[in-house]
């Protein structure tokens, strides 16, 4: 029997033939890592652009918004758990080709969409469906927006990174402690940050959870490494909301949100509070 490590990030998860990866997205099949739900959309709406969040890419316009099932991070406070912790028949899903699904974002041109944008759940676990789409987008004049954790490496994804013409990334604290507890890896997102900044517009947001990520020195130094590729990227600070495994968790406070977005922009010029 064939196992293949998958490629696409830190947890490189041996797969057997048929075995599906920690991610729940990826499956090993003819000594491969290959996705499970290929085209498996469970969310497709158009959603304003602001959404996402990004504030400086043609602010104002709507993007059609799709998701499927899957990451390959374990955030107990998940808004999109029911989905982004699912496996293949855990949820409805409906299958969509990239040709139709982009005919879809053209039809709705008329209703000020820009493109599509892959969200919801953890979209990079498919980068084959992302690159399929945009390169059927980018004649049509499309735009194509990816909503990723930015846990992925670069050995597996980089190519990627240039057909994206846009990128929200969480970057979710400043610690390694943080980032192990949510099942991730600090260097392997800042790794991409940088990389997507090289070809791609970025914005990046902070979920900020009290008693967590939300120290003035935790980001300061937040706020200073993003500074140091670019002090123009746009940094979404939003507040946590009690959801998933942490329900009995307090909402962020609103002052305290407000006191870290002028913490950072001590150092970034484009700090701006969500969910106030």
């Not at 075995?19 to 739900?37: F, H, V």
């Not at 980068?127 to 399929?132: A, F, M």
């Not at 950072?264 to 969500?274: D, E, I």
Request: proline share 6%.
């Amino acid at each position: 029997m064939k196992t293949v490590i998958c490629p696409l990030c830190p947890h490189h998860c041996r797969l057997g033939e048929g075995k599906i990866g920690l991610c729940r997205a990826r499956i090993g099949r003819d000594g491969k890592s290959q996705p499970l739900g290929f085209g498996q959309l469970t969310s497709i709406s158009l959603d304003p652009i602001e959404k996402k969040p990004l504030a400086h890419f043609h602010p104002g316009s709507n993007i059609l918004s799709v998701g499927s099932f899957g990451c390959n991070m374990s955030c107990y406070f998940c808004q999109n758990e029911e989905i982004a912790q699912a496996c293949q028949g855990d949820v409805p899903t409906r299958s969509v080709s990239p040709h139709a699904l982009c005919a879809q974002a053209q039809a709705l041109q008329n209703q000020g969409n820009i493109g599509i944008a892959f969200t919801y759940n953890e979209p990079m676990l498919n980068p084959e469906y992302i690159g399929d789409c945009a390169a059927i987008l980018k004649p049509l004049g499309l735009y194509t927006v990816v909503v990723t954790n930015g846990c992925f490496c670069l050995d597996a994804v980089g190519d990627l990174l240039p057909q994206v013409d846009a990128f929200n990334i969480d970057l979710k604290g400043f610690t390694d402690a943080w980032y192990r507890r949510l099942g991730g890896d600090l260097d392997t997102v800042k790794q991409f940050i940088k990389a997507a900044h090289k070809v791609s517009h970025v914005e990046l947001t902070t979920l900020v959870v009290p008693g967590e990520n939300d120290s003035e020195e935790e980001i300061d130094a937040l706020a200073a490494w993003v500074a140091s590729i670019d002090p123009d990227i746009v940094l979404h600070m939003s507040r946590f909301f009690p959801r998933a495994k942490a329900r009995d968790k307090e909402a962020t406070n609103k002052e305290l949100l407000l006191r870290l977005c002028d913490v950072a922009r001590r150092h970034l010029k484009h700090v701006m509070p969500g969910n106030i």
